[in-house]
Each structure stands twice: as C-alpha cells, then as structure tokens.
C-alpha cells in the first residue's frame, strides 16, 4: 500500500509550519481546547501519539503525569522538529508509519491522534490493529478532518455568501462516495481518504471499541472574541472526535 508523506515537501512543511505558527489557526483555537477535555487520567500511564507532529501533545501528556510516551511520524521534518522543540527523556519518536503499529511489539493504556487519521486508507484494518495493543481498560482519542471536508471530491466544498457578503452555507458533494481525495493545500495533490460518519463508527465498534463519546467541536466564546471569522464554525464543523475505550477483560 502506498502512503504519501507530504509533510516533508518543502513547499508543504513551510505552509503547514507558518500556518500552526499563527495565533488564529483551528488546531489551537477549536480542535485542541475540545480535546484537552476528553483526556482521560494519564498518571502513569503508556500513552501511543500517532501521527504526533512536533510532538507538542507527547510533551503535555508527560506533564500530566505519563510514564511513557511513543510518538510516532511518516515525517522526518516533523520529528525533527519534534526532537528540538518536544524532547523529554520519557518520550521516544518513531519515523514510521502509524499503519505498522502492530510492529511495535508493545501494548499502551492511551492512543491519542490529532488530526492525521483521514491520511490512512484503510481505517477498518487501521481500527482492528489499534484495539490489539490497546491495553484492556484503554482509552483512544482521536480527532480528524470532519466528513463533510473531507467528501467534496475536487476538494471544492465552499462557503456560500448573501447579498451582505456574510457566509450563510456550505456546499459539499460526494459524502457518499468514501474515497481517496486529492486536494489542493499548499502543494497539488495532496492524498486524503474521506469516509462517512457511519463507516467511522462501524469500524470501530467492529474493531470491538466502546463509542463513549463523539463531538463536533465548535468555538467557545472567547475564540469568537478573539478572531470573530470563526463563527463560519457554527455552518458547518471543520472537526471530528472520538472517544472510544476497550473494555476491562
Ligand atoms: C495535520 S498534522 C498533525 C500533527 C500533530 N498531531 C498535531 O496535532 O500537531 C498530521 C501529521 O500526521 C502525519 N502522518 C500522515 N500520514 C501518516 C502515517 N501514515 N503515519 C504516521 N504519520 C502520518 C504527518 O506527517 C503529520 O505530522
């Protein structure tokens, strides 16, 4: 199976890097405030980071209390950076990808991913090898790119304006279609895979995961204070979570 690792083209990792160095961007002002709420207790815990970035969340779960964290990433850019800005003797960063966890070799009590899930193709058997080194009583978090961004097959879904220039709409096509989409985000062709909302829960739940919680974030008050844009969010959602458990044996 081929994997695209577009985070070390260069033209990519500068847009994507100036993009996560700004104050206003989603990730910091949406996505991460919703998931920092569903963490569970990692007080010595084995915590798994997939497709971990610059390793940001790797170093807070240390600072909650992990005893161990993997984080692993496609991109050796993005490790580099994570070896530079994220080390910690209680973290290890692995450039691989995270659809070869099965050859780690070792079980955790916590997978967390943000925002890299829709890059995996196979989500079914992607679901199956997360469940099996899960410890039993473990907890997944995961978030990633919405449905209804990733369905538009051009990669066109768009915001539609009034007579006032305010966005009142969203179009979006092809949401029953799941599929590879090549998109436009900095560099041409960038591989995505969109899969409906119910083909993400299916596999989980045939995988044998506990659905405990899923959201659709939308920005608190003080993110509409501080970039008043974001109340396009409330049209449609950008992100989806999930919060699912193996079951104590
Ligand atoms: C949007 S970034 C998110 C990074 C980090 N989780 C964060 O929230 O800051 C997606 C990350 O997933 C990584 N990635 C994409 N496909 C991957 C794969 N098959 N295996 C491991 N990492 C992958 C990319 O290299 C990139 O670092």
Redesign the pocket.
Known sequence: MS?????DNETFFSG?KAL?DSDCNA?DLIEQPAMRKLLPNLNGKTVL??????G??CIDFVNSGADRVIG????EK?LAVAKEESANDKIEYCN????DISKLGETFDFIY????FH??EDFATFAKDMYSILNAGGRLLFSQEHPIITSTVDGAGHFNKNENGEKVSYTFSNYNQPGERRVHWYVDGVVKYHRTFSNIVNALAKAGFVIEEVCEPTPEEWVIEKVPAWIKEYIKPNFLIVKARKEEM
Not at 72 to 75: E, F, K, Q, T
Not at 113 to 116: C, E, I
């Open positions: 994997r695209q690792n577009i985070f994507y996560r990730n980071d997939l497709g971990c970035g610059y940001h969340n692993i990433d496609i991109s993005m691989m990808s995270m659809t991913s943000s925002l890299a890059y995996v």
